[in-house]
């Protein structure tokens, strides 16, 4: 790829828009790995939300991105493995979301975006009780069906990784498709195991700033009153998991706000699809992270037989009175599998 100017960040856009569309996917990793490494955050921060399309695609429009979820390492073992080393958590797109971070830039995602039960909380002007969500809603001239949320670029990154699993896409024709091959499995499942290990430490960031360090996001002061469940908030993070110490003052707060980040979008992307009356149970500051499970188990049963029966959860009613209609799908039931494993 030739050598692109550093003084016209648009024109850095329009670039890249015109030459990727001829390339390889590995072609593609090596052009943009090269661009992150060869431009400051100022000039990469246009690039950042085309670049989140470019991979992921739109949630409901024609884009399908790089179709990870269709990329088998069999089936093309040169583009598969490009695409898993860009994507690592230590790869390229990583150091990207690192760089962005280190500035404090935020991106808009739509709540339309968001599962059924979330985004009809928050269009009510119920807040959840989720840190995710808090002085993160922003509220256009043109009403409340067009809120957003304003996330800082690991949000904003993690949440179009998640979105990618429940958006509607196709496997090619004449294809053989495993789940557990693709690369969006193999992605996933390395973010899992560096920011949710099973066994010893959350390691610290390769990328760091000019303080030696990512640090966490700065708290914002919401504008508009939202009504919230109150409460501490309970983490759902394994208590033996540890964090490597640095150079702060705080070293736990530098490291886990990445891997608290990362599950819960997870969880509020893949999980939060039953109603809104139980949505809004779930919660409760009252509720334990255990009911939160029970009920995700109860649905992934459902979801593996043949039929849907009004069989009773204990607790909360029959099954049909709370379940948005939405069927997951085999391949999002194993991810959802492969995420409580780490929990």
Same mark, same amino acid.
């Given at each position: ?24 996917? +590995? ?8 661009? +992150?490494?060869? =431009? ?9 939300? !085309? ?14 991105? !790089?179709?990870?979820? =269709? ?26 979301? @690192? ?12 709540? #339309? ?26 509220? $256009?001239?043109?009403?409340? &069906? ?9 949000? =904003? ?8 699993? *429940?958006?509607? %896409? #196709? /496997? ?9 091959? #693709?690369? @969006? ?5 390395? @973010? ?12 610290? #960031?390769?990328?760091?700033?000019? /303080? ?5 996001? *700065? ?5 508009? $009153?939202? *009504?919230? =469940?109150?409460?501490?908030? *309970? ?9 490597? $110490? ?9 490291? +886990? !706000? ?11 992307? !893949? ?17 334990? $992270? ?8 109860? %649905?992934?049963?459902?979801?593996? &037989?043949?039929?849907? &029966? ?26 959802? %599998?492969?995420? +409580?494993?780490?929990?």
């Amino acid at each position: 790829m030739s050598a692109l100017p550093l003084q016209q960040p648009s024109y850095l856009l329009a670039t890249l828009k015109a030459d990727i569309v001829s390339k390889t996917l +590995i072609q593609r990793c090596l052009d943009l790995s090269k661009v +992150i490494e060869d =431009y400051s955050a100022k000039e990469l921060h246009f690039v950042f939300p !085309w670049l989140m399309e470019t991979v992921f695609g739109t949630h409901d429009g024609p884009a399908v991105g !790089w179709n990870l979820r =269709y990329l088998q390492g069999r089936n093309n073992p040169t583009d598969f493995t490009a695409v898993v080393e860009f994507l690592d958590p230590s790869g390229p797109m990583m150091k990207l979301v @690192y760089k962005l971070q280190a500035e404090d830039y935020k991106y808009e995602f739509p709540i #339309s975006y968001l599962p059924g039960p979330v985004k009809a909380s928050l269009q009510e002007g119920v807040l959840p009780d989720f840190p995710l969500y808090h002085n993160k809603l922003q509220f $256009p001239l043109s009403g409340v &069906t067009s809120l957003s949320l304003s996330l800082n670029p690991f949000e =904003y990154y993690f949440f179009n990784l998640a979105m990618h699993l *429940t958006a509607p %896409r #196709s /496997c090619p024709l004449g294809h053989l498709f495993s789940t557990s091959d #693709s690369a @969006y499995f193999v992605v996933v499942d390395r @973010y899992l195991q560096y920011f949710l290990p099973v066994e010893g430490n959350v390691p610290p #960031s390769p990328f760091v700033n000019a /303080c030696g360090t990512v640090s966490p996001p *700065t708290p914002r002061v919401q504008n508009v $009153p939202f *009504t919230s =469940y109150g409460g501490p908030h *309970t983490s759902l993070l394994k208590r033996h998991i540890s964090h490597q $110490p640095s150079a702060t003052t705080d070293p736990a707060a530098q490291e +886990i !706000w990445r891997s608290e980040t990362l599950l819960q979008i997870f969880i509020e992307m !893949w999980l939060h699809h039953y109603s809104l009356e139980l949505y809004q149970k779930m919660q409760s500051p009252h509720i334990k $992270p255990g009911p939160q499970l029970e009920v995700l188990q109860y %649905r992934l049963g459902i979801c593996s &037989t043949q039929y849907s &029966t009004a069989s009773p959860l204990p607790g909360y009613g029959t099954f049909h009175t709370y379940q948005e209609h939405f069927a997951p799908t085999e391949e999002h039931v194993l991810m959802v %599998r492969l995420l +409580i494993k780490h929990l």
